[in-house]
């Protein structure tokens, strides 16, 4: 962070006015974005997230997706980071959070919180499926929009600007018999509307020193939980213990392991459309599992 930023950030018009940097490390951040650790005069330390002007909207969306998450969560299992200031600087985005130092421990309180957050918001649920905002996954546009639903929205909402963007590198496949089957399926499932963390990898969570699951770096809207529990199979990374402990404290229905390949295309069609390379094979024969598995409808 240079030092006309840091100029910036404590300046009188900056987002920690009148404080005092004394300590600010790097750290490591995503494809857009930098991180930093900053450490105040006061002794508090602050996780901070730099970007472009562009990229504002990006760290608004991951700011009210943090806000909005805080709002279910039972506290003692799961930590949010609460945003302290977000601000748009004269050549950059700030993102500013609280610092949080991640351990490794058991992942039964990650579990239980995100099993408790579904089953939270889900017994206070909206109407429809969706969000109300346009946002963001990865670096992708997540459309906003509402829909009573479940499969037209996942289908609609986010699959199909997916599929339109893979045009692009040539993929090619009966997309009308595909969605038509995909609605049906999704629509026999019948979901009730959970607020979902919408990009759980495990890059994205983590443990507290007193055994605290943490979330962070959220792609929010309102779906069926089984997205989330499909997206921590994709890449890995979650122990047994996660799923003993979400399943101990809301059981998921008959059928998820079948919805798990369905899911995750969305996920595999936005790394195809940012990467390329190997995620195309991969999106392509994901959709050939959903094919075969969608015959029965």
């Known amino acids: 962070m240079d030092l006309n930023l840091q100029e910036q950030i404590t300046g009188s018009n900056g987002p920690m006015s009148g404080e005092k940097i004394i300590e600010v ?12 650790k900053i450490k105040l005069a006061t002794g508090q330390q602050l996780f ?39 601000q748009r600087l004269e050549a950059n985005s700030i993102l500013i959070l609280p610092w949080i130092e991640f351990v490794q421990g058991s992942e039964n309180k990650l579990g239980q919180g995100l099993a408790m957050l ?14 109300g905002v346009d946002g963001f996954i990865g670096v992708n546009p997540q459309i906003g929009g509402w829909n009573k639903s479940w499969g037209k929205c996942f289908v609609e909402l986010r699959l199909t ?3 339109e963007m893979a045009k692009q590198w040539t993929l090619d496949f009966d997309q009308l018999k595909f969605k038509t089957k995909l609605i049906k399926c999704l629509e026999k499932h019948n979901p009730i509307p959970s607020i979902v ?13 007193n055994g605290k699951g943490i979330l962070f770096d959220p792609a929010i809207w309102w779906a069926d939980r089984e997205v989330d529990i499909a997206m921590t199979k994709l890449f ?3 122990s047994e213990t996660f799923y003993k402990y979400y399943e101990k404290t809301w059981e998921l229905p008959k059928g998820h392991q079948d919805r798990v390949e369905i899911y995750n295309l969305y996920h595999l069609l936005n790394h195809a459309n940012i990467f390329g390379g190997f995620y195309k094979q991969r999106a392509i024969t994901s959709i050939k599992k959903i094919n075969t598995l969608l015959e029965k409808y």
Request: aromatic share 10%; net charge positive; with cysteine.
């Open 25 to 36: 490390n790097s750290v490591s951040g995503g494809c857009i974005h930098r991180a930093w």
């Open 48 to 86: 901070a997230k730099t970007t472009s002007i562009k990229h504002f909207p990006m760290l608004e969306y991951e700011a009210s997706g943090l806000a909005a998450l805080n709002k279910q969560i039972d506290q003692d299992y799961l930590i949010i980071p609460k945003p302290i200031a977000i």
């Open 118 to 131: 579904h089953q939270q918001s889900a017994q206070h649920h909206q109407k429809n499926f969706g969000w």
């Open 161 to 163: 600007p997916q599929i």
């Open 197 to 209: 963390h919408g990009d759980l990898w495990s890059g994205n969570a983590a443990i507290y020193k």
């Open 236 to 238: 890995g990374g979650f």
